[in-house]
């Protein structure tokens, strides 16, 4: 008898071990949770874009008379844009006909206003736009002012503009 009451306190002590352990969880026994992970990586390059539009009328300066040649010209050239999801800068540099590098002759704006112009340089350099934001499709003007003075010999001169963004 003694056998029997023991083997019945097992049984019972077992069957609450069997219930507790699978009744962790929710209690629902129909439903089965999985869960999966998907690492996704995101690789955003530097982009950047530069582009210069000529004005129809802007590439050709004439003088053909002394107060021109004095006081200079300026007019707009064209509209550069620009896009850059990196702060960014742009410099421009010149290069042609070695009489037109020197001194103030060839300056540059985006704004055409007294004192906006900017010479080259000894180097043919200037930085043109200092340090800006990132930006999409920014279009500003680009406006020359040559002043060639009197002492230039008659003739036609030839020099170009290069454009170069650099991301910061």
Do not use: C
Request: glycine content about 6%.
């Amino acid at each position: 008898m003694i056998k029997k009451i023991l083997l019945s306190a097992f049984l019972v002590v077992s069957a609450v071990q069997v219930s507790k352990a699978s009744g962790e969880g929710d209690g629902d026994k129909s439903k089965v949770v999985k869960t999966a992970n998907h690492a996704v990586t995101i690789d955003i390059l530097p982009l950047a874009s530069l582009e210069f539009t000529p004005d129809a009328e802007g590439s050709i300066f004439v003088f053909d008379n002394l107060t021109d040649l004095i006081e200079g010209k300026d007019r707009l050239v064209g509209k550069l844009k620009i896009s850059s999801n990196q702060k960014w800068r742009v410099d421009a540099k010149l290069t042609g006909d070695p009489e037109i590098l020197v001194g103030d002759i060839f300056t540059i704006s985006t704004t055409n206003t007294e004192g906006s112009f900017v010479p080259f340089g000894t180097l043919n350099e200037v930085e043109f736009w200092k340090e800006q934001a990132p930006t999409h499709e920014l279009v500003k003007d680009v406006f020359y002012k040559i002043k060639p003075g009197i002492s230039l010999e008659p003739k036609e001169y030839n020099v170009e503009v290069a454009y170069t963004l650099t991301q910061q």
